[in-house]
């Protein structure tokens, strides 16, 4: 059965920093891309990063370039999201998906649809606010 938990979010200043993980489990064989994407209240899901297994190329949302950092451990099977300089508009809840090499998958993964990823946690909400 495959399984990808979050942890890591919770409430954060402006200007602060958190560190969400993704374990995963249950991929056999191993997964292609593991990425985030983010829902505000109100408001549609945002694809915010992906990185691929095979070569480690990464993509993020213009709205997180150069604040956020996508990284996976494959040791561990989690896969990482160091968020800085967290802006009151990154409050949401934040999910991990991840999906098989597939076809269609990179371009899903590096085209900013990661809610296109078949395969999604539950989420945890990440709250920035003074």
Do not use: H
Not at 77 to 92: G, W
């Amino acid at each position: 059965q495959i399984k990808l938990v979050e942890a890591g979010g919770g409430l954060a200043q402006p200007g602060g920093s958190l560190t969400l993980s993704c374990a995963v489990s249950g991929f056999n064989p191993d997964y292609g891309a593991i990425g985030w994407f983010r829902q505000a209240p109100g408001k549609g899901r945002e694809g915010v990063s992906c990185i691929m297994k095979s070569d480690d190329t990464a993509g993020y949302a213009d709205s997180v370039k150069g604040r956020f950092t996508i990284s996976r451990d494959s040791a561990k099977n989690t896969a990482y999201l160091q968020m800085n300089r967290l802006k009151p508009e990154d409050t949401a809840v934040y999910y991990c998906a991840a999906d098989f090499p597939n076809p269609g998958v990179r371009e899903a993964c590096l085209g900013a649809a990661v809610d296109d990823l078949d395969f999604w946690g539950r989420g945890t909400q990440v709250t920035v606010s003074s």
